[in-house]
């Protein structure tokens, strides 16, 4: 087995693991919040793991370029996602604004 096997091996298991835990949240969790968390924030680090796993098995850098564009696509979409459907659910009354720490959203009047 050579390093990039080993490197492979350990990257994919890692990956996979923090995208079983991101799918246990979005089972356990109570709340929409908790819920976005979870489908975010592992999700996205389990499939960076996962790209960089399978980027050394690639064979040349030209063929790992693509796994570079999707990891960028997913770091920069995945955040946007969840702040849009949070920012629609708590302006369709979704949210409990008391179980917020901050609620920027508020508007007195």
């Known amino acids: 087995m050579s390093a990039a096997d080993a490197a492979t091996a350990v ?31 592992p999700q996205t680090i389990g499939l960076l793991l996962v790209l960089a796993g399978v980027a050394p098995q690639a064979g040349s850098v030209s063929s790992a370029v693509p796994f570079l564009l999707v990891a960028a696509f997913q770091l920069i979409t995945a955040p946007v996602t969840a702040q849009t459907i949070a920012g629609a659910a708590y302006r369709a009354g979704l949210i409990d604004p008391a179980a917020l720490t901050l609620d920027e959203g508020h508007r007195a009047t």
């Open 11 to 41: 990257l994919l298991l890692a990956g996979s693991s923090f995208c079983a835990a991101g799918a246990l949240g979005m089972l356990r969790f109570p709340d929409l919040l908790t819920r976005l968390h979870a489908a975010t924030k």
